[in-house]
């Protein structure tokens, strides 16, 4: 099927199988490689992107469905050179350790933010409760969203 | 100073989506690999007909058991002087066990050509407890070994036991207790896979694989392939978590390798989630009876555990060759005890094989989680609080350098302190006023405390290798003409920021800021050998080899310093990250002054080479032993069982601390970890084998929702044999935090007699415990 979909405010029109999952035609039609792979059953969310501004899980949504849709991956955050506000609160607060849940959070950060300014902790986290991190308890991706709620004020 | 909190140099390409994980690389031409698994526990293979995939347009190649006995691959060493199929050729041995590889132009077709293989077996009865292994009338797994007829791997023991019963025979107080730390899987979110391209005209096999140990897996490729080991090359990019479940070879490894070098193309090979859980390394599944004997007063005089260990079909347990029960015999813990004994036997079952993985650091998890639920079950028979119960018998300072009464030799430590300091932290004594009057109103609170001892960076060669290759590790450092440098290290990071904390070791010891220095790892063509990045291993071993590179390229630079200061050496200082003439520090020389000299025309003392690159090899002297004291508290619903983990303050001593922000976030993650074992993990399997927690939906991990936020203590006592007294923390809160949480629970019980409840502590089984009928963790249904 030919589809068109604008990821990071750039069109592509590519001929896909119509059981491409999305999470492979940004990886490997687009080769946008920030957006991971994790668990196929939407319960890692290290394959969380931006549909329409939503995030959504990319290894269950099929390429097909964002045909004419607009999709925001983790290489569209940084605007001009200059780093979104949650990018940088990761880096300050070492919101991060082995990076493959990264992108994912990144994402649902800023819908966060964008709807809500100035969550508390515990918004933040029920936010973030449908991915996972192995690495750092949530604990510094909770403040790292903190900090970028600060930063944004 | 380097030290201290410093962000990370690595987050720069994580947060933008430019980290480079083994599924990101690719190579023109690239083919893709699936492996086909077994829907059985136990079955002998009748057939395999792979005609139809064949015959599918975008194959290029199937290869089953056949193929590789063919090339004499079929079996594979373990790193426990096992060996395990890659391929089945007679037998399935557990659920997921890999069968057959099929080579595609894409990785959706090579998919849809496993349907097409047909595999007829004829089930056999399989083994899954592991009580039952050793019935006389058990069906053998290992018919493959020469003159098998059961089920037993090993028999291990340590300690002494005459000194021990005798302890117990006179003891006014015993108690015992019967315990599975159930069979858990680390499950990074990253899953294993491989890239590998051989090149048939130089002979070069490049295999790109998210390997913790890439310098091991080198050799064990040569080895076993009889590829020249110079010829191989392993490159571990960035790896999205590894935990232990990263270290060994896997089947799919050796598969995308054959699969190359059949097509004469690239192979990749990704598994999947459910390939992840069912098949690559699972951790524990350890079935424990624990004994204590003591004095009425509360004093712990002997201690001695039963273990029987299920190692599943293969014995691939990655630990040091002389332990196959790895550091278990840690078990006697934090406390002055007088003897202490323990027995191990490890036997086959129809079930995946692993053991040593999920930051256990070699099994210290199964013994910290024996002996500090022994210590709760002790302080209620003695009606004694278990924080006081600890103190009474904690180590004490003075006692250390301590050896254990299983031959461990503790480092350093003041544990009373810690143990302290945590309780102050936590307002213990408002918490058990709390506790008392939540009692009254039918409320159940849980006050958990724990203490552990860690033993970390494996090890000395003397004693510790696997597969006979000693476990010391390589450094090689470079200074370039203006000053900045390289290091190159064998380990390898999985998110533990050794880009960062590495190049701080290196910025402390020759006087640049660590932004100066470059950590080269992950590439056996360029780095040098080391055992790499597992059992905390990094700074305690790799980490003391880049201080000790370091301090050689310092006492060359002293020598070319001389020179430029018109000096003999001995008359020089180094002070203020400078080499001067004592006395005169104004006129001291910087590393980038001597580093440009030591490439220049200076003239140098005869024998002296010039320039300051050293090399060196670290083969640590002892372990170091971290310690710690948690503390959690939780809140039970009794109608529904639901747990939720209210408190948590961990106060940990590592030793010296390089970069405090990593430090605390290595500890976080493992305390989640904790919380998550304690109450939500575990693999579980219906009596035919079929494995019951393949998924993410089946196999819980906890969320953002499950963790409170941390409450994080330190001290520090520097260990005494690591050149910077660092100790290593990758693993300490997973080692600790499982028994202060389920001590937690258990206390929050109380009011109903528990005194025991095996992990996961899930509302479920908590509903059971209550009400009198505990479930057997290892088996989903009773």
Excluded at chain 2, 603 to 631: C, R, S
């Amino acid at each position: 099927m030919r589809i068109t979909v604008t990821v990071n405010g750039q069109p592509y029109t590519r001929d896909v199988e119509p059981r491409l999952l999305l999470v492979h035609f940004l990886r490997d039609e687009l080769d946008l490689t920030g957006t991971h792979w994790g668990c196929d059953t939407s319960n890692c969310g290290v394959c969380t992107v931006q549909l329409d501004g939503v995030p959504v899980k990319s290894c269950t949504v099929l390429a097909v469905m964002a045909d004419g849709h607009e999709v925001t991956t983790v290489e569209g955050l940084e605007r001009d050179g200059e780093l979104d506000a949650v990018q940088k609160g990761f880096v300050e607060c070492h919101g991060l350790q082995c990076g493959f849940c990264t992108p994912g959070m990144l994402l649902t950060a800023r819908w966060l933010l964008d709807r809500n300014p100035d969550p508390d902790e515990g918004q933040i986290r029920e936010a973030i409760s449908g991915q996972l991190c192995r690495c750092t308890g949530y604990e510094n991706i909770v403040r790292s969203i903190r900090w970028a709620a600060e930063a944004g004020r | 100073m380097s030290y201290g909190p410093m962000h990370r140099k690595e987050d720069a390409r994580f947060i933008r989506g430019r980290g480079n994980y083994t599924d990101d690389v690719r190579l023109p031409g690239m083919l893709y690999g699936a492996i086909l698994r077994s829907p059985h526990a136990h079955a002998r293979i009748v057939s395999v007909d792979t005609s139809a995939a064949e015959a599918h347009p975008k194959v290029r190649a199937v290869i089953t058991g056949q193929t590789l006995a063919g090339l004499n691959l079929a079996w594979m060493p373990t790193l426990s002087q096992d060996t395990q199929a890659v391929l089945a050729t007679d037998k399935v041995r557990f659920q997921g066990q890999e069968v057959a590889f099929v080579v595609a132009e894409d990785a959706y077709s090579a998919r849809d050509a496993l349907e097409l293989i047909d595999v007829e077996y004829e089930p056999l009865d399989a083994v899954i407890d592991a009580r039952n292994a050793l019935d006389p009338g058990a069906p053998v797994i290992r018919d493959d070994l020469e003159g098998r007829t059961g089920n037993h791997i090993f028999d291990w023991e340590a300690g002494d036991r005459a000194r021990t019963d005798a302890l117990f025979e006179q003891a006014e107080v015993t108690v015992a207790q019967d315990m599975i730390y159930p069979r858990v899987h680390p499950a990074p979110l990253e899953t294993c896979g491989a890239l590998a391209d051989f090149d048939k005209v130089t002979g070069k096999l490049t295999v790109w694989c998210p390997t913790q140990a890439p310098h091991a897996h080198r050799t064990l490729y040569a080895m076993v392939a009889g590829l020249p080991e110079h010829k191989i090359r392993v490159i571990s990019p960035d790896i999205g978590g590894g935990f232990g479940g990263k270290v060994g070879i896997y089947p799919g490894y050796v598969c995308a390798i054959v699969g190359s070098i059949v097509t004469g193309k690239p192979v990749k090979w990704m598994e999947d989630r459910s390939e992840n859980l069912m098949s690559t390394a699972f951790a524990r599944d350890y079935h424990m009876r624990g004994e204590v004997a003591a004095t009425r007063d509360g004093r712990i005089q002997a201690i001695r555990v039963k273990v029987l260990a299920d190692h599943g079909a293969f014995n691939g347990t990655a630990q040091p060759t002389k332990f196959p029960a790895g550091f278990f015999h840690v078990f006697s813990g934090s406390y002055d005890i007088e003897a202490a004994h323990c027995e191990v036997t490890g036997v086959y079952t129809n079930k995946a094989p692993g053991g040593v993985a999920y930051a256990c650091s070699f099994r210290v998890t199964e013994a910290v989680y024996l002996v500090e639920r022994m210590v709760d079950v002790l302080a209620a028979e003695l009606g004694l609080d278990p924080a006081e119960l600890r103190m009474r018998n904690l180590l004490k300072p003075e006692q250390f350098p301590y050896t254990s009464p299983t031959g461990w030799e503790y480092d350093s430590g003041d544990y009373p302190k810690a143990l302290r300091l945590a309780m102050d932290m936590a307002g213990y004594d408002k918490l058990r006023a709390e506790q008392a009057d939540k009692r009254a109103r039918g409320e159940l609170m849980g006050i958990g405390v724990s203490f552990f001892t860690e033993a970390v960076g494996a090890g000395p060669r003397k004693h510790m290798d696997i597969l006979g290759l000693g476990m010391a590790d390589g450094a090689e450092l470079r200074v370039h003409p203006t000053g900045k440098a390289v290091l190159r290290v064998s380990c390898q990071s999985q998110g533990q920021g050794h880009e960062t904390t590495f190049a701080q070791i290196v910025g402390q010891e020759l006087g640049i800021p660590a932004d100066d220095v470059e950590v080269v790892h992950g590439d056996t063509d360029q780095t040098p050998f080391g055992l790499g990045t597992y059992g905390s291993r990094s700074t305690p071993v790799s980490g003391a080899a880049a201080a000790l590179v370091s301090r050689k390229v310092r006492d060359r630079a002293k020598i070319v310093a001389a020179a430029m200061l018109e000096a003999s050496p001995d008359d020089l200082e180094w002070a203020d990250g400078k080499w001067s003439v004592v006395g005169d520090p104004s006129a001291g020389r910087s590393m980038a002054e001597i580093a440009l000299a030591a490439h220049s025309n200076l003239e140098l003392p005869d024998g002296v080479e010039g320039h300051l690159d050293a090399v060196t090899v670290y083969n640590p002297p002892n372990l170091t032993y971290p310690f710690g004291a948690y503390i959690c508290v939780v809140d039970v619903d009794p109608g529904t069982g639901q747990v939720k983990v209210r408190r948590f303050v961990a106060v940990d001593d590592c030793g010296v601390r390089i970069n405090p922000m990593i430090v605390e976030g290595q500890i976080h993650g493992g305390l989640a970890d904790g919380v998550g074992m304690a109450l939500m993990q575990v693999m579980a399997f219906d009596e035919d084998g079929n494995h019951l927690g393949a998924s993410f939906m089946d196999y819980l991990l906890p969320t953002a929702m499950e963790c409170p936020s941390w409450e994080l203590g330190a001290t520090v006592t520097p260990s005494p044999t690591h050149p910077i007294g660092a100790k290593g923390v990758g693993e300490s809160a997973t080692v600790g935090s499982p028994a202060a949480v389920v001590n937690a629970v258990v206390d929050a019980l109380g009011p109903y007699g528990v005194r025991h409840a095996d992990m996961p502590l899930t509302p479920a089984n908590v509903w059971r415990v209550v009400n009198g009928d505990p479930f057997r963790t290892d088996l989903a249904i009773p």
